[in-house]
Nanobody, 125 residues
Framework: QVQLVESGGGLVQAGGSLRLSCAAS????????MGWFRQAPGKEREFVAV????????LYANSVKGRFTISRDNAKNTVFLQMNSLKPEDTADYSC??????????????????WGKGTLVTVSS
């Protein structure tokens, strides 16, 4: 497994932007698909975005498509989530995860087995 540490969360007004980072330990970062998930208070954790091992293919939840961008830097063992045009409903604890992704199956092919502790994003109206 790989150890993951998120950063970059905070308080932002609606319409603003934040960039989350997730630093991974170990030498095998490039062998993992990486994902971002979020959990709002009182709700179940939900998928946000996933990126393939090379970074060439991405998939987004419909709720964030066109506003969020996932990217990765395999040389720095880091995955990012650029969040623009933030809405109050984006308020949640955001976690990154590492695992596998069978892209043929789309979202159903995502299997994450290492998780960070999360970073809180609060969007005020």
């Amino acid at each position: 497994q790989v150890q993951l540490v998120e950063s970059g969360g905070g308080l932002v007004q609606a319409g603003g932007s934040l960039r989350l980072s997730c630093a991974a330990s170990g030498r095998t970062f490039s062998s993992y698909a990486m994902g971002w998930f979020r959990q709002a208070p009182g709700k179940e954790r939900e998928f946000v975005a996933v990126i393939s091992r090379s970074g060439g293919i991405t998939l987004y939840a419909n709720s964030v498509k066109g506003r969020f961008t996932i990217s990765r830097d395999n040389a720095k063992n880091t995955v990012f989530l650029q969040m623009n045009s933030l809405k109050p409903e984006d308020t949640a604890d955001y976690s990154c995860a590492a695992g596998s992704w069978n892209m043929v199956l789309g979202r159903g092919g995502i299997a994450m087995d290492s998780w960070g502790k999360g970073t809180l994003v609060t969007v005020s109206s």
